[in-house]
């Protein structure tokens, strides 16, 4: 019996480590294999010691792979930190076809052209998303091939980064054993997981709520109009509860848990207890709890909307907010959410795929399979292809000993 065809998609986030081993269903994916392990080398989404790195990537995905009993070779990961921004930009070309039909070379110059902007050295591009393309100043045209014109222009959105960051990402995924077939900025992967097509349509943002920070992602008219990274996360409300209540930090991390958001929209004052890791008890006024808790959830909200601010879209997106990653868990913060940003607010979680379609944690490894399938069906890489890829990586493995 032949094995299913199946992909691996790694999260390498602060706080955890999770890797999935899906394969495609008739209604869906089916999750095979999955592994989380607690993060360390990882400072605020990006790698600060490969080798740590590099030792939780291979532990993470042979427990995957001992569960869903499939050999791994290549896998999808996401790149996530405080160094990633988008911006936009406009390229033009002439038509080069005698006919005037625009071929796949006119598109792919145009958007070599569109993205010939400044740089500083240290950063590069890592995704370019086509908004739309015009033709002889008739815009609004998302495939321009086959249709006639003069002069093609296409407006897209640039995702960039430092590129010593990804290139120790990569390194590190390389140590482990994998090849990379390719890294997917963290919430344009789980917006394609937990987004509906219409959202994308008339406008959504996706806030994407980790242990050490907050990836935001805006939809419309189909395809993202801005992104970026705030480096503040779930963690940092720990810290706060820990400052605050002199508390240790695993104290900190049940109270957050069980309390969560919600104690804002209570007034009265009220002593609370609860049991430490250690078994002994700690009283604290849930006050003083909830003035911690707003301070910080405040600040991270207001970051969110000036960032919405910038492209005119603060209290504008009709398909509202969508909040997902680790941190959507917590109690109390959709009602928050609403409230701060004067929007409609729902959970994202991923669609068809069983077991984890009730956990927003596992939104961006669900968003990676998505795109890793989509992917190699485009490029018709079927079981046979992708055999024939782990052979030759093994191959060039093997000379590389013999390399001086």
């Known amino acids: 019996m032949s094995k299913p065809h199946t992909i691996t998609a790694i999260d390498i986030g602060t706080g955890s480590v999770k890797a999935i081993i899906a394969t495609p269903e008739d209604s869906g994916f089916r999750v095979l294999g999955m592994a989380e392990n607690m993060s360390s080398g990882i400072r605020k989404g990006v790698v600060s010691d490969t080798e740590k790195v590099s030792k939780m990537i291979a532990n993470t995905i042979e427990e995957a792979s001992r569960e869903s009993d499939c050999s791994v070779g290549e896998v999808y990961a996401n790149i996530n930190g405080g160094h990633i921004f988008s911006t936009s930009s406009r390229g033009i070309v002439s038509v080069s076809r005698a006919d005037q039909n625009i071929s796949q070379e006119d598109v792919d110059r145009v958007i070599e052209a569109a993205k010939a902007f400044s740089l500083p050295s240290n950063r590069e591009i890592l ?55 390719d890294l997917v900025l963290g919430p344009l992967a789980s917006g394609r997981a937990v987004l509906t097509q219409e959202e994308k ?20 008219e189909g395809d993202v109009l801005y992104t970026c990274v705030l480096p503040v996360g779930m963690n ?15 104290t900190a991390e049940l109270i957050k848990n069980k309390f969560g958001v919600s104690v804002i929209n209570e007034k009265k004052a ?93 939104s961006v490894l669900c968003g990676l399979v998505l795109y890793g399938f989509e992917m190699e069906e485009e490029e018709g890489g079927g079981i046979e292809m992708r055999s024939l890829r782990f052979l030759w990586q093994k191959i060039k493995k093997i000379f590389r000993v013999f390399i001086p």
């Open 270 to 362: 009220k002593k609370e207890k609860i049991k430490t890791s250690e078994g002994d008890d700690i009283s604290f006024q849930r006050s003083e709890l909830r003035k911690i808790v707003e301070a910080r959830m405040t600040e991270v909200f207001n970051e969110i909307n000036s960032e919405l601010k910038k492209i005119s879209r603060k209290a504008n997106l009709p398909a509202g907010v969508v909040l997902t990653g680790g941190g959507a868990n917590t109690c109390g913060l959709v009602d928050f959410a609403k409230k701060k940003m004067e929007l409609n607010c729902r959970i994202g979680h991923a669609r068809r795929f069983s077991p984890l379609d009730d956990d927003p944690s596992f």
């Open 127 to 181: 995704e370019v998303v086509p908004r739309e393309f015009v033709i002889d100043k008739e815009g609004g045209i998302k495939d321009p091939l086959g249709l006639k014109g003069v002069r093609l222009e296409s407006d897209i959105v640039a995702i960039s980064g430092f590129a010593r960051y990804s290139k120790d990402l990569k390194q590190a995924i390389l140590d482990a054993g994998f090849q990379v077939n």
């Open 201 to 220: 349509e008339l406008g959504v943002a996706v806030i994407d709520i980790g242990a050490a920070t907050t990836s935001l992602a805006v939809f419309e």
């Open 236 to 250: 940092n409300l720990r810290n706060d509860i820990a400052i605050g209540l002199q508390v240790d930090i695993e």
